[in-house]
């Protein structure tokens, strides 16, 4: 099975959310987002291939782990690098961003 590394873009992402959503909603919610990213993470540890390529950049994959929030990640021989977490109510345009 193949490394998970995270990016600092997706560290960032992920702490903007998490502390979003414990502001916004609860302590509570904030945990359950966590389990589900955790959960995303092995899901895509187990089969990073089996997720659809990025519409935008065609080296990359894309997992929905909510409505709101997407994961984007890259694939070598050694590690599968998460790249960012989306989330799907901003603009398009920045996907293309995402290295």
């Known amino acids: 099975m193949k490394t998970i590394i995270i990016s600092k873009t997706a560290l960032k992402n992920t702490i903007a959310i998490a502390d979003y959503l414990e502001a916004k909603f609860s302590l509570k919610v904030r945990n359950e987002f966590i389990e ?4 995303g993470f092995e899901i895509i540890q187990t089969n990073p291939e089996f997720f659809p390529k990025s519409e935008i950049n065609s080296n990359q994959y894309r997992f929905v782990l909510t409505k709101q929030t997407t994961i984007y990640y890259r694939i070598n021989n050694k590690e599968i690098r998460i790249l960012a977490l989306f989330d799907t ?3 398009p345009s920045k ?3 995402i290295k």
């Open 36 to 39: 589900k990213l955790k959960k």
């Open 89 to 91: 109510r901003q603009k």
């Open 95 to 97: 996907i293309i961003k």
